[in-house]
């Protein structure tokens, strides 16, 4: 395994006294290198017809992995889904999977099975979570620990399982390294933008990453989250619903400054980001994408 400095050293050594990256006979190669070129990556909860996993199956094979796997404890759609990922892009390898996010028995089969057929992972983007509508003070105890479970834990596997398969070198990759992305939220920040239990596993998840980085040090694996603001995704539909049967779907996201709500594929390419090697010196970040909702606290803008 390199160390940290033979690593610097080795980036310095593409980049003149300038700051400018020197040319040479490969440049051109590189430039040209699809965003994920070669790389094994695992999304879970990618099994909802419009979410932020699905979304980022989608951008992950448009900019070249090598291969996906597509999970969810909802497999009804992941088939299809993978099928037409692989009409699409047939150079990507998709491989829809049953796989429950917050079971240590089923993150571990579906890691070993990457290793197993590709030899390497490079990229976990633990993306599965849920949410219960209703008001948290009368939520049952055990619906609690249940979101727990799953938002919470399954990022704790992911950080535990994947990391140590990143480490596993070979004959096409041949030092240790990997992007650990998880799901996050705003309200994981502050008060106000989720119910209390939700609001309380996002919290956790982006300690968990800022912790996970430390714990990885030296293995050149990076731990990030993402923070998503109001975005429209199965998860929050009921919103949508409400709104547009009330005929106020355009007061939707009005309190961030671009007043407006998102779709998955804004927070899609912020996963493509934080797994591609452009976002190399990023490591332990919650990086928030919520048009600017936390910036601030809520205020009405008057014209």
């Known amino acids: ?88 892009y047939p150079n990507v390898a998709v491989i829809p999977r049953k796989v429950d996010a917050a079971s240590e028995d089923d993150v571990k089969s579906v890691i070993d099975d990457a290793i197993k057929k590709f030899g390497r992972l490079d990229v976990f983007f633990a993306n599965a979570g849920i949410v219960y509508p209703v008001d948290s003070l009368n939520l049952e105890t055990s619906k609690f620990m249940e979101v727990m479970r799953i938002n919470v834990l399954s990022v704790f596997l992911a950080i535990k399982h994947a990391s140590t398969a990143m480490k596993i070198t070979g004959n096409d990759k041949k030092e240790s390294g990997g992007s650990i992305v998880a799901t996050a939220s705003v309200a994981g920040l502050r008060s106000g933008a989720g119910p209390l239990d939700y609001s309380a596993s996002k919290a956790a998840i982006i300690n968990m990453v800022q912790a996970g980085a430390w714990r990885l040090a030296n293995t050149n694996i990076r731990v ?15 919103t949508f619903e409400y709104a547009r049967s009330r005929g106020t779907i355009n007061k939707v996201g009005q309190l961030n400054p671009l007043q407006r709500y998102a779709v998955p594929e804004e927070v899609a390419n912020v996963a493509l980001f934080l797994a591609s090697d452009e976002s190399s010196y990023i490591n332990g970040h919650a990086l928030t994408v919520d048009g600017g909702l936390s910036s601030s606290i809520p205020i009405v803008i008057r014209r």
């Open 224 to 238: 990030n989250c993402i923070n998503p603001g109001i975005i429209e995704t199965n998860m929050t539909q009921p």
């Open 1 to 88: 395994m390199s160390s940290p400095k033979d690593r610097l050293l080795l980036l310095s050594s593409h980049i003149s006294s300038e700051g400018k990256v020197e040319k040479n006979n490969n440049t051109k190669i590189e430039e040209n290198k699809p965003r994920l070129c070669c790389k094994v990556c695992i999304i879970t909860g990618a099994g909802s017809e419009k979410g932020i996993g699905r979304a980022s199956a989608w951008i992950f094979a448009k900019n070249g992995a090598k291969a996906i796997y597509v999970t969810d404890y909802r497999e009804d759609l992941l088939p299809q889904l993978a099928k037409e990922i692989q009409n699409k």
